[in-house]
């Protein structure tokens, strides 16, 4: 539809209805206007896939490698790829509206939604951004760039003062915004927090002089330059807290719904004149225009016919398995260890919790709910074939709640089928409506029957074995809970002081019950109470057989790993310990794991250790183990990825998109915290790698670095200013491996001071990939654009671009230059 158009639907609407449009109907949705041939608008999370409406069993989702898997692959095709395939997922649950990508930087390693964002580096943010958003929104579907910004840590998320100079704001934290926007974003989501004194949901010059001032045309943006953006910036779920202030800074729609600060005291303000009427047709046009793309309003051009494709599971495994990163790999006689012919071992142990129990995504409302998860002890079993014996120990217990009660071991008592029976009942305990569940950790955020006062679960667990064995309840808020015959137990668990709502979610307060039970089953209930104005309930109902102690497990995997011609250990963190809603507090592995590797390490020369973790961790054993492969949180189709990539049967060819340290301590910026509300962004651009590089301290494995399963040698590089001012760039590769293997060329920008004995370190000015045989050789093109080159120039307001001599190197890593050209300049 034209604008022509969209305008005179705007025409039709009454103020009351225009501003009823601009807050969610509810947590997920925009009203419909059928008047206008409106529908209603769905919205959904988030950046590891499509959760839907509802958080739960009953809407599966394809869960996707997650952000930080993404970025490893330096390869704009293969996420674009990605992009396409969860966009084609959210037409098939009729979502139009999509909370992705997550482009805030790895600031700090502990920062909880590491796991969630791309990268410590602005450019590699930027490509990767650009090329999920024309992914998603070549499906139909609209992509929300977030969180606009300064959001890079989540200690006090909703509150803090984010205080970053003009010039590291610029050329550090926006780029990525703008590269979205030039992509052609159709959402913006405005952070929790402030900039500069400045709510986000209220910032004026951000949302409305940064993103939508201008026609983007102009060489950047600036007062008055701004990018163009004509899409709908959104505010995060609660964080708009001001009427006036933020209908006034441009934020067009509050969410989530039915109440918040705009619907009638809107109105209002427009009505005194406060709020132009004029800002309002503008926020509903691009609601409209929004509804027009995606296909929710009569009238619109159809949409390409996409749907799932039946591949979609092997489309997950290969960029899985693409995206994992050869830290280290050594020879343990003849060869590298990696990759593992399965031919040439008959007895393999398989070390390690994340082994059968696969971290494949993190916590907080980036979470979907997979059909399935494959773990890899099953994929490796399956890889290695029927002639090889695997012997597995998880060695350490990593999880802190029980096991969730699996639908396998339950069934509804009220009519023996498989699954727990919900109940949803009113103060007198009436049952409103009911419901089969194939899952016991639930998640309810509206949606319930009016008047439902208590949350009642019924299940009769199936006892694999008479013992004591343990029960427990997970959540927030006051159950009731009875186990067999044992009398009700009251329990009451309050989220942690200060906490926020998600960490509710993630990281639940539990209370355990050990209960002798001798029967073959028993009966378990829990009612959990809910407020009827606050009709959200999370909730989880565990149980533990008896089990060998804990020392036994660790016993248990060092003799495994003595009698195995090789160890494949698979340790990691939890979706508990990488989360939205709380940042971490260290970098180790959780529980005993970093002992279990050294301690199996020391029987088994031949040790693989596989880590399943989306942001850094320390891995104080990394020297003492021949190979180290970096497997992210890998998705549903995780365990084939690993098993895909330690056979070689896919190069793990993923390079760090972010620098890991020795210890947390040699992280240039670590805390999180903010101090008097304020975190200070006193760095400015140096952190990630340039931090490290000026602090002259090496990482454990730097920005960029990934082995692969070949080896290059770098033979020459040219470069020119071509007409544009752009910097084009040729790299000659060789592949002097043994196999065939896929190199990311990268360029970093040096001498950009004119000094370089007082230059800051080079940063990332752009990359290139390429797949070559055996000996052959590999042009790589890549081409820098001037915005890239140009610096903000405070006093100017402007992109400037200093006359003079560059040098570009081509590098490996930020640690591994391998080749240097100089490309000379003109200013601007
Ligand atoms: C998160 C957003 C998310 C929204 C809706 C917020 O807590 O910060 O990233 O899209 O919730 O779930």
Same mark, same amino acid.
């Given at each position: 539809?034209?604008?022509?158009?969209?305008?005179?639907?705007?025409?039709?609407?009454?103020?009351?209805?225009?501003?009823?449009?601009?807050?969610?109907?509810?947590?997920?949705?925009?009203?419909?206007?059928?008047?206008?041939?409106?529908?209603?608008?769905?919205?959904?999370?988030?950046?590891?896939?499509?959760?839907?409406?509802?958080?739960?069993?009953?809407?599966?989702?394809?869960?996707?490698?997650?952000?930080?898997?993404?970025?490893?692959?330096?390869?704009?095709?293969?996420?674009?790829?990605?992009?396409?395939?969860?966009?084609?997922?959210?037409?098939?649950?009729?979502?139009?509206?999509?909370?992705?990508?997550?482009?805030?930087?790895?600031?700090?390693?502990?920062?909880?939604?590491?796991?969630?964002?791309?990268?410590?580096?602005?450019?590699?943010?930027?490509?990767?951004?650009?090329?999920?958003?024309?992914?998603?929104?070549?499906?139909?579907?609209?992509?929300?760039?977030?969180?606009?910004?300064?959001?890079?840590?989540?200690?006090?998320?909703?509150?803090?003062?984010?205080?970053?100079?003009?010039?590291?704001?610029?050329?550090?934290?926006?780029?990525?915004?703008? $590269? =979205? %926007? /030039?992509? !052609?974003?159709?959402?913006?989501? +405005?952070?929790?927090?402030? *900039?500069?004194? #400045?709510?986000?949901?209220?910032?004026?010059?951000?949302?409305?002089?940064?993103?939508?001032?201008?026609?983007?045309?102009?060489?950047?943006?600036?007062?008055?330059?701004?990018?163009?953006?004509?899409?709908?910036?959104?505010?995060?779920?609660?964080?708009?807290?001001?009427?006036?202030?933020?209908?006034?800074?441009?934020?067009?729609?509050?969410?989530?719904?039915?109440?918040?600060?705009?619907?009638?005291?809107?109105? $209002? =303000? %427009? /009505?005194? !004149?406060?709020?132009?009427?004029? +800002?309002?047709?503008?926020? *509903?046009?691009? #609601?409209?225009?929004?509804?027009?793309?995606?296909?929710?309003?009569?009238?619109?051009?159809?949409?390409?016919?996409?749907?799932?494709?039946?591949?979609?599971?092997?489309?997950?495994?290969?960029?899985?398995?693409?995206?994992?990163?050869?830290?280290?790999?050594?020879?343990?006689?003849?060869?590298?260890?990696?990759?593992?012919?399965?031919?040439?071992?008959?007895?393999?142990?398989?070390?390690?919790?994340?082994?059968?129990?696969?971290?494949?995504? !993190?916590?907080?409302?980036?979470?979907?709910?997979?059909?399935? *998860?494959?773990?890899?002890?099953?994929?490796?079993?399956?890889?290695?074939?029927?002639?090889?014996?695997?012997?597995?120990?998880?060695?350490?217990?990593?999880?802190?709640?029980?096991?969730?009660?699996?639908?396998?071991?339950?069934?509804?008592?009220?009519?023996?089928?498989?699954?727990?029976?919900?109940?949803?009942?009113?103060?007198?305990?009436?049952?409103?409506?009911?419901?089969?569940?194939?899952?016991?950790?639930?998640?309810?955020?509206?949606?319930?029957?009016? !008047?439902?006062?208590?949350?009642?679960?019924?299940?009769?667990? *199936?006892?694999?074995?008479?013992?004591?064995?343990?029960?427990?309840?997970?959540?927030?808020?006051?159950?009731?809970?009875?186990?067999?015959?044992?009398?009700?137990?009251?329990?009451?668990?309050?989220?942690?002081?200060?906490?926020?709502?998600?960490?509710?979610?993630?990281?639940?307060?539990?209370?355990?019950?050990?209960?002798?039970?001798?029967?073959?089953?028993?009966?378990?209930?829990?009612?959990?109470?809910?407020?009827?104005?606050?009709?959200?309930?999370?909730?989880?109902?565990?149980?533990?057989?008896?089990?060998?102690?804990?020392?036994?497990?660790?016993?248990?995997?060092?003799?495994?790993?003595?009698?195995?011609?090789?160890?494949?250990?698979?340790?990691?963190?939890?979706?508990?310990?990488?989360?939205?809603?709380?940042?971490?507090?260290?970098?180790?592995?959780?529980?005993?794991?970093?002992?279990?590797?050294?301690?199996?390490?020391?029987?088994?020369?031949?040790?693989?250790?596989?880590?399943?973790?989306?942001?850094?961790?320390?891995?104080?054993?990394?020297?003492?183990?021949?190979?180290?492969?970096?497997?992210?949180?890998?998705?549903?189709?995780?365990?084939?990825?690993?098993?895909?990539?330690?056979?070689?049967?896919?190069?793990?060819?993923?390079?760090?998109?972010?620098?890991?340290?020795?210890?947390?301590?040699?992280?240039?910026?670590?805390?999180?915290?903010?101090?008097?509300?304020?975190?200070?962004?006193?760095?400015?651009?140096?952190?990630?790698?340039?931090?490290?590089?000026?602090?002259?301290?090496?990482?454990?494995?730097?920005?960029?670095?990934?082995?692969?399963?070949?080896?290059?040698?770098?033979?020459?590089?040219?470069?020119?200013?071509?007409?544009?001012?752009?910097?084009?760039?040729?790299?000659?590769?060789?592949?002097?491996?043994?196999?065939?293997?896929?190199?990311?060329?990268?360029?970093?920008?040096?001498?950009?001071?004119?000094?370089?004995?007082?230059?800051?370190?080079?940063?990332?000015?752009?990359?290139?990939?390429?797949?070559?045989?055996?000996?052959?050789?590999?042009?790589?093109?890549?081409?820098?654009?001037?915005?890239?080159?140009?610096?903000?120039?405070?006093?100017?307001?402007?992109?400037?671009?200093?006359?003079?001599?560059?040098?570009?190197?081509?590098?490996?890593?930020?640690?591994?230059?391998?080749?240097?050209?100089?490309?000379?300049?003109?200013?601007?």
């Amino acid at each position: 539809m034209d604008n022509k158009a969209l305008v005179e639907l705007v025409g039709r609407l009454t103020l009351e209805q225009k501003v009823a449009l601009l807050t969610g109907e509810d947590f997920w949705s925009l009203r419909a206007v059928p008047e206008i041939g409106l529908r209603k608008l769905l919205v959904s999370d988030g950046p590891a896939g499509v959760r839907g409406t509802t958080w739960d069993e009953r809407d599966p989702s394809l869960l996707f490698p997650n952000p930080t898997a993404l970025a490893a692959l330096w390869d704009p095709g293969q996420v674009r790829r990605a992009g396409a395939l969860m966009g084609a997922q959210a037409r098939d649950k009729g979502v139009a509206w999509h909370l992705a990508p997550n482009v805030n930087l790895h600031r700090s390693p502990l920062g909880g939604r590491h796991f969630e964002c791309y990268s410590e580096d602005p450019v590699l943010t930027a490509k990767t951004a650009a090329a999920f958003v024309e992914g998603v929104q070549s499906a139909g579907v609209a992509s929300t760039v977030k969180h606009f910004v300064g959001n890079e840590s989540e200690t006090e998320r909703m509150t803090y003062d984010a205080v970053i100079d003009e010039a590291t704001l610029r050329e550090v934290y926006l780029p990525p915004f703008e $590269a =979205a %926007v /030039r992509a !052609g974003v159709w959402s913006v989501m +405005a952070a929790y927090n402030s *900039v500069d004194g #400045v709510s986000m949901t209220d910032n004026g010059p951000l949302i409305t002089g940064v993103l939508k001032d201008g026609d983007g045309s102009g060489p950047g943006f600036g007062p008055g330059l701004g990018l163009g953006f004509d899409g709908v910036a959104v505010s995060d779920w609660f964080a708009t807290r001001s009427t006036t202030e933020s209908a006034d800074a441009g934020l067009d729609v509050v969410m989530p719904g039915p109440t918040g600060p705009w619907g009638e005291a809107l109105v $209002a =303000a %427009v /009505r005194r !004149g406060e709020v132009e009427e004029s +800002a309002i047709d503008d926020k *509903v046009l691009r #609601v409209l225009r929004l509804a027009d793309r995606t296909g929710f309003l009569d009238g619109s051009d159809p949409l390409p016919p996409v749907s799932t494709p039946d591949d979609a599971d092997a489309q997950l495994r290969d960029i899985a398995a693409r995206a994992m990163v050869v830290l280290r790999n050594e020879q343990v006689g003849a060869d590298p260890l990696l990759p593992l012919d399965p031919g040439s071992v008959s007895r393999v142990a398989v070390i390690g919790p994340n082994a059968e129990l696969l971290t494949a995504q !993190g916590g907080g409302s980036a979470h979907v709910n997979p059909a399935h *998860v494959i773990s890899p002890l099953t994929a490796l079993t399956e890889a290695l074939g029927p002639m090889v014996t695997v012997d597995f120990a998880e060695g350490v217990v990593t999880q802190r709640l029980l096991p969730a009660i699996t639908p396998q071991a339950a069934t509804d008592p009220d009519t023996g089928h498989p699954g727990l029976r919900v109940d949803f009942i009113d103060p007198a305990g009436d049952v409103l409506g009911s419901e089969v569940r194939q899952a016991s950790r639930f998640v309810f955020m509206g949606g319930l029957p009016a !008047g439902t006062a208590g949350i009642r679960v019924r299940a009769d667990v *199936v006892i694999g074995q008479a013992g004591n064995h343990q029960f427990s309840v997970s959540g927030v808020g006051a159950f009731r809970l009875v186990i067999g015959d044992n009398a009700p137990m009251k329990i009451t668990m309050s989220p942690s002081a200060g906490g926020d709502l998600v960490e509710g979610l993630v990281k639940p307060p539990e209370h355990r019950v050990d209960v002798e039970i001798e029967t073959e089953t028993v009966r378990i209930e829990v009612v959990a109470q809910v407020d009827p104005n606050l009709p959200i309930a999370m909730f989880g109902l565990n149980h533990q057989e008896p089990g060998p102690a804990e020392e036994e497990l660790f016993q248990a995997a060092v003799d495994a790993a003595r009698a195995a011609d090789v160890v494949v250990m698979v340790v990691g963190t939890t979706d508990e310990v990488e989360s939205e809603g709380f940042d971490r507090t260290d970098l180790r592995l959780p529980g005993r794991q970093d002992e279990l590797v050294h301690a199996v390490a020391a029987q088994n020369p031949r040790t693989i250790v596989v880590v399943n973790a989306g942001a850094p961790v320390e891995m104080p054993w990394r020297d003492s183990v021949p190979a180290v492969l970096w497997a992210w949180f890998p998705g549903q189709e995780g365990g084939y990825a690993i098993a895909d990539a330690v056979t070689g049967a896919v190069e793990p060819g993923g390079r760090l998109p972010t620098t890991f340290p020795k210890t947390a301590a040699d992280a240039p910026v670590l805390s999180t915290a903010p101090v008097d509300g304020k975190v200070v962004y006193a760095e400015g651009s140096m952190f990630g790698y340039r931090g490290y590089a000026k602090a002259e301290i090496v990482p454990a494995y730097p920005f960029g670095h990934g082995l692969g399963y070949t080896t290059w040698e770098y033979e020459d590089i040219t470069a020119g200013v071509n007409a544009a001012g752009d910097v084009e760039v040729a790299v000659k590769v060789r592949n002097t491996g043994e196999r065939i293997g896929r190199e990311v060329v990268q360029i970093y920008l040096a001498c950009e001071g004119g000094d370089p004995q007082r230059d800051d370190p080079p940063r990332l000015a752009g990359f290139g990939t390429t797949l070559a045989a055996p000996n052959e050789i590999a042009t790589v093109p890549i081409t820098i654009s001037r915005r890239v080159l140009a610096r903000w120039d405070v006093a100017r307001r402007e992109w400037c671009v200093r006359a003079g001599v560059r040098e570009l190197i081509a590098a490996r890593s930020a640690w591994d230059a391998r080749i240097r050209t100089r490309v000379e300049l003109a200013g601007s």
